[in-house]
């Protein structure tokens, strides 16, 4: 069968891609082998950020005797915890059959493992399809933690922590980045015991220490053990479906469940690639241009599988980009672009651009503002003063160069920044606005005066 676009993967790219592909009138084939809507909806954020949600009412309703509230006795159910995020998830998915349907008759999903067999021709379940035009958007996968004895134990990774009935009595997360951090905190926060065992010396080993040491501060006051810079040596099953890890350093650490969060890799090693001459880097990404063009004319890739930031907005943006490259109407490229992200603890981590310590690797010359978040009144005002803020600014142009923010809701608040950087205004322009009293906002506008070429004089 040979058609005008064919999309392998039905992720944050595929999906959008296919519909609008149609719509705009080529005959379309979207391929995907397990559940349209990808990792984001079924395994990653969607699903995640809804037991999020629950985990901190739970936490909320349990501490409200901060602000004179008394709650008496807080109980996690923890099958109703999981069946809302389950009715949300069927609710996006839901979504996206829709999106999909309006394509009309243009669009057809095949549901299968597609797998290159030539030049833009790809095999699923034995019948084959040529396209003009072929987008790979097949997405990552958890790596398994490779320790002696790893098989003799039942991991849970994000796809299979999803499926617990329940609540683990401890759970033991190997990885302190932003899969297991967040984990972690929402399984303390049901009521488990929680333990992190981290390789490098701090969670969030990317983000500036202090913004790391803020959040393990927080954790270790919700009752989270810290095993850092703990590297796993063995893997081994314990007494009465008990499971336990060994550290290189002697101790061992057992618990009733244990869930690696140590990674993602591309789907790319069952996808045929070598056979349609589209080149892999060393780690298996898809390589591709500023267009997303691979090796193989015709054939793009987007999404995770190219290795670049691995968000879902990245994906989606990526699906922007594209659609307009297809359309011959390209005006921006995937390089240089502004890419927020947010780590949904609580608090929220979030940055945007540079932080401290790639603007001093980088050799970029910057002034860096620093705000504790407890400064805020809006933070004292609701107890939730947790965190700190920080943002680099250029000293000739002032504009800015990045933030990180460590705070509630500092997912939001990044993007005021992620504004003002895809703007290319300078850091001026929130010394200037005026901010609504009380706000969280209103600290960025504070945190900016303390650099003392803006302080009020
Ligand atoms: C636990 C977790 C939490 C996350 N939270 C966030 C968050 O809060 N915010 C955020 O921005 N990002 C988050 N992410 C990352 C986000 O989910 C991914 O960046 C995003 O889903 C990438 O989209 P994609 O389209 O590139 O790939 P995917 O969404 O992975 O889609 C790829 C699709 O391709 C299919 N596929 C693979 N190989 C084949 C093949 N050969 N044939 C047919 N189909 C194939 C797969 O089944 C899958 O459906 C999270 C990820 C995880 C794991």
């Known amino acids: 069968m040979h058609v005008d676009a064919i999309v392998i993967g039905a992720g944050q790219a595929g999906t959008p891609l296919a519909q609008r592909l149609a719509t705009s009138g080529r005959s379309v084939l979207l391929v995907e082998r ?24 739970a936490h909320v309703a349990r501490s409200a005797g901060r602000l004179g509230v ?7 159910d923890f099958p109703a915890v999981i069946a809302r995020k389950d009715a949300i998830v069927q ?31 790809i095999d699923v379940s034995g019948a084959q399809y040529r396209g003009d035009v072929i987008i790979i958007d097949v997405g990552g996968r958890p790596v398994p933690p490779a320790v002696e004895g790893s098989a003799s134990i039942p991991w849970l990774d994000n796809h299979r922590v999803m499926d617990l009935q329940q609540l683990p009595s401890h759970l033991v997360v190997l990885g302190g980045g932003y899969i297991g ?36 501060a927080v954790f270790r006051a919700e009752g989270i053990e810290l095993l850092l810079g703990a590297r796993v040596a063995r893997a081994f099953p314990g007494r009465a479906g008990a499971v336990g890890v060994a550290l290189e350093d002697g101790r061992e650490i057992v618990g009733s469940h244990v869930l690696a969060a140590v990674g993602r890799r591309p789907n790319t090693d069952d996808l045929g690639c070598e056979a349609a001459g589209i080149h892999l880097d ?36 990526d699906h922007r980009i594209l659609f307009d490259v297809i359309e011959g109407r390209a005006v921006r490229g995937r390089f240089g672009r502004v890419v927020p992200y947010v780590v949904f603890t609580d608090p929220q981590v979030a940055g945007v651009g540079l932080n401290e310590r790639e603007a001093r690797a980088r050799g970029v010359r910057h002034e860096v503002a620093k705000l504790p978040f407890g400064n805020v009144a809006r933070a004292i005002e609701l107890d939730e003063t947790a965190g700190t803020m920080k943002v680099l600014i250029d000293p000739d142009t002032e504009r800015i160069l990045g933030a990180s923010l460590i705070g509630l809701e500092a997912g939001e608040l990044v993007h ?36 003392p070429r803006f302080a009020l004089r």
Not at 70 to 76: A, G
Not at 107 to 116: N, T
Not at 423 to 435: F, K, L, M, S, Y
């Open 34 to 57: 397990s559940r349209v809507g990808g990792t984001c909806v079924n395994y990653g954020c969607t699903p995640t950020k809804t037991l999020v949600a629950s985990a901190r009412a």
């Open 70 to 76: 008394q709650s008496e006795s807080v109980r996690v």
């Open 91 to 121: 609710r996006w998915r839901e979504g996206l059959d829709r999106r999909l349907a309006s394509a009309g008759d243009r669009l057809s999903v095949v549901s299968g493992h597609a797998r290159f067999v030539g030049e833009r021709e």
């Open 181 to 216: 951090c967040e984990f972690a905190q929402m399984f303390r926060r049901f009521g488990s015991s929680v333990t992190i065992v981290q390789r490098g010396p701090h969670l969030l080993d990317r983000e500036d220490p202090d913004v790391s040491e803020a959040l393990e």
């Open 282 to 317: 060393g780690k298996g990404f898809v390589a591709v241009d500023d267009h997303y063009r691979t090796s193989a004319a015709g054939v793009y890739a987007v999404g995770d599988v190219i290795g670049g930031p691995q968000f879902t907005h990245t994906s989606w943006d």
């Open 416 to 451: 005021v920044f992620a504004a003002l950087m895809q703007a290319g205004a300078t850091a001026r322009a929130i010394v200037d606005v005026e901010c609504a009293h009380p706000t969280f906002a209103e600290g960025l506008q504070s945190l900016v005066m303390t650099l």
